[in-house]
């Protein structure tokens, strides 16, 4: 049996990823701001400490997989909280967790990214630039003027260049642990609902093409993908960056590649 720790586990993408991963048999240990089995914020220093404690003492020294998904979506008025979840929470709990990880059964991690990460401009601000360099304080300062969609995606591309820059290094791949992130599309959940209900995010969305023509995608969609590079059948994948959007960004970005 697998142990796989999951971040946001209480809804959405994260919750559907957790279903899956008990239907097939393997544990999961939950962490979330709300109805998990490690309730920490991972906005801020202690609940990212608290997260790590808590893991060494419900799974012990190694654990077999590490999901990433915890996040806040553009409508969130507070910028500088979307920068500490959705990049510096997530990399700290990467981090953290990678000595954990080094330890387990042909372990793997997964970030969650966006494909807004490059759909929208990245634009000047030094963001990217700030997350990147590990400068929270600067990062946060920096979101508060710059409006919601570009904070919310230039947080995940910087987390999506994390997981390049650092998969194929020594303490990832070298150390056996495979690192690659999932770039989900606009999938209906409660983030996503609140982005709707937001008048000025809702009508952008709604507008959004998706090629495949059935609408928003299904948190399950995206799990299957997650659930794919956590596996054995994913043990070639090293610092990917899977779309699963419906070809959003394969319309917008065709030759991008
Ligand atoms: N839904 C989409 O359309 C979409 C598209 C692209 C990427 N994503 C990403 O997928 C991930 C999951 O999003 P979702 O759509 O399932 O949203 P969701 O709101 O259903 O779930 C997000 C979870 O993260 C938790 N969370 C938020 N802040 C936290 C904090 N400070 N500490 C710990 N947990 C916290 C929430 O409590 C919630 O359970 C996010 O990273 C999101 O950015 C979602």
Redesign the pocket.
């Known amino acids: 049996m697998r142990t796989i720790v999951i ?8 919750a559907a990823v957790l279903a899956q991963i008990e239907a097939a048999g393997d544990r999961v240990v939950g ?4 109805d998990a089995e490690i309730v ?4 801020a220093e202690e ?1 990212r400490a608290r997260v790590v404690s808590a893991v060494r003492e419900q799974a012990g020294d190694a654990i077999d997989g590490l999901v990433a ?5 553009p409508q969130v008025a507070a910028h500088d909280r979307i920068v500490s ?2 990049y510096f ?1 997530a990399v700290a709990t990467l981090t953290s967790l990678r000595a954990l990880l080094a330890k387990g059964n042909a372990p793997s991690a997964v970030a ?1 990214s ?3 990460s490059r759909i929208v401009p990245e634009g000047d601000s030094g963001l990217v630039a700030a997350c990147l360099d590990g400068d929270e304080a600067s990062a946060r300062r920096i979101a508060g003027p710059v409006d919601g969609s570009t904070v919310y995606a230039n947080t ?1 591309l910087a987390l999506a260049r994390w997981v390049r820059r650092n998969a194929p290094g020594a303490e990832w791949a070298g150390a056996g642990i495979r690192l690659n992130a999932v770039a ?4 209906q ?4 609902q609140e982005g709707l209900d937001d008048p000025q995010f809702g009508p952008a969305i709604r507008g959004f093409p998706i090629p495949l023509g059935a609408g928003f995608g299904r ?1 399950e969609q995206i799990a299957d993908a997650v659930v794919f590079l956590l596996g054995a059948r994913a043990s070639f994948c090293c610092g990917t960056i899977l779309y699963v959007d419906g070809g959003s960004d394969a319309l917008v970005r065709r030759d991008a590649y």
């Open positions: 971040t946001g586990s209480a809804s959405g993408i994260g962490v979330d701001v709300r920490a914020d991972l906005s609940g998904c915890a996040g806040l979506g979840v959705n929470g969650i966006s494909n807004s995940k989900p599309g606009a999938v959940t409660p983030l996503l948190p």
